[in-house]
């Protein structure tokens, strides 16, 4: 287990110093100059160059890669171009709102998806089997922010007194925090919960097929039995690879919702500073979502010899 650990961890840092490189080029591509952006249209070509040397985009891209990673790997991510703030404030003000955002969608998700994947998969080939799985595969196909969009205009009619284009703290006011963030977790549990569905759905109708699956009928196990205490138990290591995915895509996929539903996380923070061209908050921001995806695919490796004990025993015998 630690070798293995050990592995996946350096495959993590990996991946990580890839992406934190791929950031900091594509920043360098991004249209527009920021010393022209602080210093305004009518400024002096003297005055932006000046604010380039001070800011050091004059130097070499290496040479500014290295420097702003030496940083990075201190927790120093610099300060932003355009107030001055430092970006790891920034990101720590934001993230708990992307964070919550993302979780109350994955408990949304899990809630009706693994339901509708277990019913799905209990009628098997009759009506409500195909009701179940053709509503999933619209709620993959239909983009979020079309569904979020809607959403809000629905609401601020039906519901004028609703918050939806609004944000509280949880640690102001709890109940509302939570009635705020409901809307826009709804809307990206819709993929997510779809996709769980048809993961369930196919890992358990495969299962139903296997051996140790006609044996318990034919000792009298009824069918309903069988699926929830054998096949659901059974196809938890692909529900759980599933959910630990979606829910790395969910942090970063929380983007355009945020913007849609006026929410202040990582998301409106990285569009405001591409638009605003502040390289230090996008390359920081973006290494802070990719650093929360690698992480939890990292524990849902962890996870596996927890869930299913014949991964262990696999891996202890694979040791010896």
Request: proline share 6%.
């Amino acid at each position: 287990m630690a070798g293995f650990l050990i592995r996946r961890a350096l495959r993590a840092l990996v991946v990580l110093l890839v992406l934190s490189l791929l950031i900091s080029g594509l920043t360098h591509v991004i249209p527009g100059d920021p010393a022209t952006t602080i210093a305004g249209e009518q400024g002096s070509p003297e005055l932006r160059a000046q604010i380039r040397a001070q800011l050091g985009l004059d130097r070499p891209f290496l040479s500014q890669y290295l420097s702003w990673l030496g940083n990075a790997l201190r927790g120093n991510f610099g300060s932003s171009l355009m107030d001055g703030r430092h970006v790891a404030t920034m990101i720590a003000d934001r993230l708990p709102v992307s964070l919550e955002l993302a979780l109350m969608a994955t408990v949304l998700a899990l809630l009706w998806g693994v339901t509708a994947g277990i019913l799905a998969a209990t009628y098997h080939g009759r009506f409500l089997d195909a009701l179940l799985n053709g509503g999933s595969f619209v709620g993959v196909a239909v983009p979020p922010f079309v569904v979020g969009t809607l959403l809000v205009l629905v609401v601020s009619i039906a519901a004028p007194a609703w918050p939806v284009l609004s944000y509280v703290p949880f640690s102001t006011d709890p109940v509302g925090n939570l009635q705020v963030l409901l809307l826009p977790a709804l809307v990206l549990s819709i993929p997510f919960g779809a996709a769980l569905c048809r993961y369930l759905r196919s890992s358990i109708v495969e299962i139903q097929d296997q051996d140790f699956m006609r044996t318990a009928a034919a000792k009298g196990a009824s069918r309903r039995r069988m699926i929830l205490r054998h096949a659901t138990r059974n196809a938890l290591v692909p529900l759980l690879t599933a959910t630990g995915l979606q829910f790395g895509v969910l942090v970063g996929g929380t983007v355009i919702i945020e913007q849609v539903f006026g929410l202040p996380g990582l998301g409106s923070l990285v569009v405001n500073s591409i638009g605003q061209h502040d390289f230090p908050v996008v390359q920081a921001t973006i290494l802070t979502l990719g650093a929360t995806y690698v992480l939890l695919n990292l524990v849902v490796d962890l996870l596996y010899p927890v869930v299913d004990p014949r991964i262990r025993a696999a891996g202890a015998g694979h040791g010896r």
